[in-house]
């Protein structure tokens, strides 16, 4: 048996893609890439903007096709788009045979059980099973051998007012210490040298079980083998002097943090319930900055907010210019069902937001263009992550990417780089020396 999966959204979907490939080989299923071969094809989606939702319904009609050959086959989607629409979904796609959310991912067993006996197996959840830990019983199938996805925590209590993130992932749930640190060691001993922690928001972890996020920074740290650590996406809010000292503390934490700033007007930033000014952002940098040398920021901006002005939008290029974030992920407004914006008077036209959408990538990319000459004779630490046509492939500790020319025995090593030639998103660099 043959299974292929599809997957969209941010990097808590693909780790739940890892989670999923695991159950699956499990079950004694063999993952392939030609989704014409499989007996399940599974889409992990996203639902945070409606591009995505749109490109689901696409591939089921593509996937449909599958059922002439093999009437056996089974087709699922899961993730947050199955969690916002549930039965609605399979109304509008009835090809759909199976179904769940990230709150249940460890039934998926019995859902294909159920769906192999001929029943529609549609498992959405209103609220997260008591029994949603035993996910963690799964091991990981991983498309990085040296650098691994941790999930410490799920949901959020944050109520901005364009994201749909509460309603399909639930209210914020922090994973134990004592679990986080076993599947670190466990991926330690299989040969990961970095560990990403990720979660909607991380650095919310441990309030709601009485702990702190620069505590699960320390401990994690402390496990011997972990050569790196990033996280991904904090919230600005919860960014405090306590994280950044730890930041600042720990060799292995990486120069190089995702902070959404999502607008630079303090405005927009209320009308979305941020929490934050932009005032109070950018000492937040300054503070990171301060104890982080050499620390580089990436950052999420939405275009074209309901009621967006002009010196609104200026006051976002003001903040980017100020900040020089080394990614942006820039996203037009797009209003989901079930948030307060979708209502919101001002919605801002589509040919607005797409020309301030051109000026804001413009500004960026000039500001990496002025980065990549300040990285040329550099040296940099770079683990090596992939081989191609005798290139070596990895990131810099500020997560740039370089390539060097260099043997493929190297695969899964600190080596130290001087940068040749810095482009805007990548390096061209010549190897100096290993370092482990």
């Given at each position: 048996?043959?299974?292929?999966i599809?997957?969209?959204?941010?990097?808590?979907?693909?780790?739940?893609?890892?989670?999923?490939?695991?159950?699956?080989?499990s079950?004694g299923?063999?993952?392939?890439?030609n989704?014409?071969?499989?007996?399940?094809?599974?889409?992990?989606?996203?639902?945070?903007?409606?591009?995505?939702?749109?490109?689901?319904?696409?591939y089921?009609?593509?996937?449909?096709?599958?059922?002439?050959?093999?009437?056996?086959a089974?087709?699922?989607v899961?993730?947050?788009?199955?969690q916002?629409?549930?039965?609605e979904?399979?109304?509008?796609?009835p090809v759909?045979?199976?179904?769940f959310?990230?709150?249940n991912?460890h039934?998926?067993?019995?859902l294909?059980?159920?769906?192999?006996?001929?029943?529609?197996?549609?498992?959405?959840?209103e609220n997260p099973?008591?029994?949603?830990?035993?996910?963690?019983?799964?091991?990981?199938?991983?498309?990085?051998?040296?650098?691994?996805?941790?999930?410490?925590?799920?949901?959020?209590?944050?109520?901005?007012t364009?994201?749909?993130?509460?309603k399909?992932?639930?209210?914020?749930?922090?994973?134990?210490?004592?679990?986080?640190?076993?599947?670190?060691?466990?991926l330690?001993?299989?040969g990961?040298?970095?560990?990403?922690?990720?979660?909607q928001?991380?650095?919310?972890?441990?309030?709601?079980?009485?702990?702190?996020?620069?505590?699960?920074?320390?401990?994690?740290?402390?496990?011997?083998?972990v050569?790196?650590?990033?996280?991904?996406?904090?919230?600005p809010?919860?960014?405090?002097?306590k994280?950044?000292?730890?930041?600042?503390?720990?060799?292995?934490?990486?120069?190089?943090i995702?902070?959404p700033?999502?607008a630079g007007?303090?405005?927009?930033?209320?009308?979305?319930?941020?929490?934050?000014?932009?005032?109070?952002?950018?000492?937040?940098?300054?503070?990171?900055?301060?104890?982080?040398k050499?620390i580089?920021?990436s950052t999420d901006?939405?275009?074209?907010f309901?009621t967006?002005?002009?010196?609104?939008?200026?006051?976002?290029?003001?903040?980017?210019?100020?900040?020089?974030?080394?990614?942006l992920f820039?996203?037009?407004?797009?209003?989901?069902?079930q948030?307060?914006a979708y209502?919101?008077?001002g919605?801002?036209?589509?040919?607005?937001k797409t020309?301030?959408?051109e000026?804001l990538l413009?500004?960026q990319?000039?500001?990496?263009?002025?980065i990549?000459?300040?990285y040329?004779?550099t040296y940099?630490e770079?683990?090596?992550e992939?081989w191609?046509?005798?290139?070596?492939?990895?990131?810099?500790?500020?997560?740039?990417?370089?390539?060097v020319?260099?043997?493929?025995?190297?695969?899964?090593?600190?080596?130290?780089?001087?940068?040749?030639?810095?482009?805007?998103?990548?390096?061209?660099?010549?190897?100096?020396?290993?370092?482990?």
């Amino acid at each position: 048996m043959k299974f292929f999966i599809k997957t969209f959204g941010c990097q808590m979907n693909f780790n739940d893609s890892e989670r999923i490939k695991g159950i699956l080989h499990s079950l004694g299923y063999e993952q392939t890439n030609n989704y014409e071969e499989a007996d399940l094809i599974l889409i992990n989606t996203c639902t945070i903007r409606e591009k995505p939702d749109q490109k689901v319904y696409s591939y089921l009609g593509e996937y449909k096709k599958i059922k002439e050959k093999n009437p056996k086959a089974l087709i699922g989607v899961c993730g947050c788009l199955a969690q916002r629409m549930g039965w609605e979904l399979v109304k509008k796609a009835p090809v759909v045979d199976i179904m769940f959310s990230s709150y249940n991912i460890h039934q998926l067993p019995e859902l294909i059980q159920q769906a192999q006996a001929g029943y529609k197996a549609i498992a959405i959840l209103e609220n997260p099973p008591e029994d949603e830990d035993k996910l963690w019983e799964y091991p990981t199938v991983r498309d990085n051998q040296y650098c691994a996805y941790v999930t410490v925590m799920k949901g959020c209590d944050k109520n901005c007012t364009y994201c749909v993130v509460p309603k399909t992932r639930g209210r914020q749930r922090s994973r134990s210490l004592e679990s986080i640190l076993s599947e670190v060691k466990y991926l330690i001993d299989d040969g990961v040298k970095e560990i990403h922690l990720l979660g909607q928001n991380v650095t919310a972890w441990g309030q709601d079980i009485g702990m702190h996020f620069s505590e699960l920074l320390y401990r994690v740290a402390e496990v011997d083998g972990v050569e790196r650590i990033r996280f991904t996406t904090g919230h600005p809010k919860d960014m405090d002097e306590k994280i950044a000292k730890a930041i600042g503390e720990i060799p292995q934490v990486c120069e190089h943090i995702h902070m959404p700033v999502q607008a630079g007007s303090n405005r927009i930033l209320k009308l979305m319930d941020r929490g934050y000014t932009k005032e109070e952002y950018l000492e937040k940098i300054q503070m990171l900055r301060e104890y982080k040398k050499g620390i580089t920021f990436s950052t999420d901006v939405i275009v074209g907010f309901p009621t967006e002005t002009e010196e609104d939008f200026e006051e976002t290029i003001d903040l980017i210019k100020t900040v020089k974030f080394e990614q942006l992920f820039s996203f037009k407004f797009s209003p989901r069902p079930q948030t307060p914006a979708y209502s919101m008077e001002g919605q801002v036209e589509d040919e607005i937001k797409t020309a301030r959408m051109e000026r804001l990538l413009n500004v960026q990319k000039a500001i990496l263009s002025e980065i990549a000459k300040g990285y040329e004779g550099t040296y940099q630490e770079v683990l090596i992550e992939g081989w191609e046509n005798g290139k070596l492939i990895g990131r810099t500790r500020t997560n740039r990417w370089a390539n060097v020319e260099g043997p493929k025995e190297l695969l899964g090593k600190t080596v130290l780089v001087q940068v040749v030639k810095a482009h805007p998103y990548s390096l061209d660099c010549k190897l100096v020396s290993v370092l482990s």
